[in-house]
């Protein structure tokens, strides 16, 4: 599955890596951490504000993956060992499809998500709510 992870409160990313993976926490967040112990994972949506550039940091911890956003007319190609960016602004509100098109196995029919593209103010309430939880 698509997973997404969001820096916390503190606006930094904490250590990740295949080492930490786990059924419970499959990007890898070293929670012990400091700038780890607040970041938020998503799984299945990739929630993002309207009107910013939003960088993609992604990787792949098996097979490679194509990312394709049809909405936002952005395919990238996701390769285990590589940190690959792509950066996209979206200018429209909702929810849009997101998918793999890469046949990466048996688990492909999994590789799909939400891309909800929230007002800014809307977006942070959501991010704060997430924290929280």
């Given amino acids: 599955q698509w997973s997404f992870r969001y820096p916390g409160a503190d ?5 990740a890596g295949q080492k930490f993976v786990s059924d419970a926490d499959l990007i890898g967040v ?3 951490d400091l700038a780890g112990k607040d970041d938020v994972v998503s799984t299945g949506k990739l929630v993002v504000p ?11 911890k ?13 395919k990238q ?3 285990p060992g590589m940190l690959v960016d792509s950066v996209f602004t979206p200018t429209t509100t909702g929810k849009f499809e997101i998918l ?7 688990g492909h029919y999994k590789m799909r ?3 909800e593209v929230k007002e800014p103010a809307e977006f942070e309430k959501w991010l704060k709510e997430e924290a929280e939880e």
């Fill in 11 to 15: 606006g930094k990313f904490g250590e």
């Fill in 100 to 106: 793999c098109t890469e046949l990466c196995g048996l």
């Fill in 77 to 79: 190609d996701v390769v």
């Fill in 30 to 32: 070293n929670r012990k």
């Fill in 50 to 60: 309207a009107g910013k550039a939003i960088r993609l940091k992604m990787r792949s």
């Fill in 62 to 74: 098996d097979v490679i993956h194509s990312l394709f956003l049809p909405v936002q007319r952005l």
């Fill in 113 to 115: 998500a939400v891309l």
